[in-house]
């Protein structure tokens, strides 16, 4: 049997500091270093975390980015320090399953996306909607970590 047309070279990982978004983000890291491939982390600034008067301030959108930015590079170096050799890391905005596989796919072209079941905020965390939308929707395999 010939797997090599399903050998993940590059994954794409979810994280927003939710329980299950680390597991997630550690499973990733294990495939990696395993398969020595690369590693893509994105966090998505959730439009439904910021009240009308917020998103209408270019600063106060601007400094969530950048402190969104910076804690996505406190998880890259996690990665590196961890043994994986190629990590990039994309920040993206708006509804986190849409914004992922609409936009951060296409853009990046990974192999494989690792996400948590549940999500750190709202309605979503109960019922994983998000995870659900990925995993039906994305164009490559999905992996879903509870």
Do not use: C
Not at 29 to 48: C, F, P, Q, T, Y
Not at 64 to 84: F, I, N, P, T
Not at 116 to 125: A, E, F, H, L, R
């Amino acid at each position: 049997m010939d797997t090599s047309d399903i050998y993940f070279k590059k994954i794409l990982v979810a994280v927003d500091d939710s329980e299950d978004s680390i597991k997630a983000f550690k499973y990733a890291i294990h495939r990696a270093i395993k398969d020595d491939v690369g590693l893509m982390l994105v966090s998505i600034l959730e439009e439904n975390e910021i009240n009308v008067f917020q998103a209408m301030s270019k600063d106060f959108i601007h400094g969530k980015r950048e402190d969104l930015e910076k804690h996505l590079q406190e998880y890259r170096q996690q990665a590196l320090d961890a043994g994986v050799k190629r990590v990039e890391a994309w920040v993206g905005a708006g509804n986190p399953g849409e914004e992922i596989v609409n936009h951060i796919i296409p853009q990046v072209q990974p192999d494989l996306l690792v996400v948590g079941s549940k999500s750190k905020v709202g309605i979503t965390k109960r019922f994983g909607s998000q995870a659900a939308y990925m995993a039906k929707y994305a164009p490559i395999s999905v992996l879903v970590v509870r």
